[in-house]
């Protein structure tokens, strides 16, 4: 069983940044996918960003350019860098662990989720 424990919510500003973590432990294997999905109120939970062990990455469309994922596999902790926010970024955000080596892999593990609210 994996633990994921996220970070770094908060209320933002149109046009500011959040860098959101999240911490990895118990049965890890560093060799499997991590990724954030965010789910808004009424919507279903989809995939922001996922990140391989080598590094490669995958963004939704909606945040391609202003989101950067990115992972430290020493400290098994994943990183979303979120610029730009706009107000429909509102949303849970969930960190994923994957079970397998792609971001296309079934989810293994969520962590509890950490709210981020853009607005003015």
């Known amino acids: 069983q994996v633990q994921l424990v996220e970070s770094g919510g908060a209320l933002v500003q149109p046009g500011g940044s959040l860098r959101l973590s999240c911490a990895a432990s118990?049965?890890?294997?560093?060799?499997?996918?991590m990724g954030w999905y965010r789910q808004a109120p009424g919507k279903q939970r989809e995939l922001v960003a996922g990140?391989?062990?080598?590094?490669?990455?995958n963004y939704a469309y909606s945040v391609k350019g202003r989101f950067t994922i990115s992972r430290d596999n020493a400290k098994n902790t994943v990183y979303l860098q979120m610029n730009s926010l706009k107000p429909e970024d509102t949303a849970v955000y969930y960190c994923?662990?994957?079970?397998?080596?792609?971001?296309?892999?079934?989810?293994?593990?969520w962590g509890q989720g950490t709210q981020v609210t853009v607005s003015s």
């Open positions: 994923a662990y994957f079970s397998g080596t792609s971001y296309y892999s079934g989810i293994d593990s």
């Open positions: 118990g049965r890890i294997f560093d060799i499997n996918a």
């Open positions: 990140i391989t062990n080598g590094g490669s990455t």
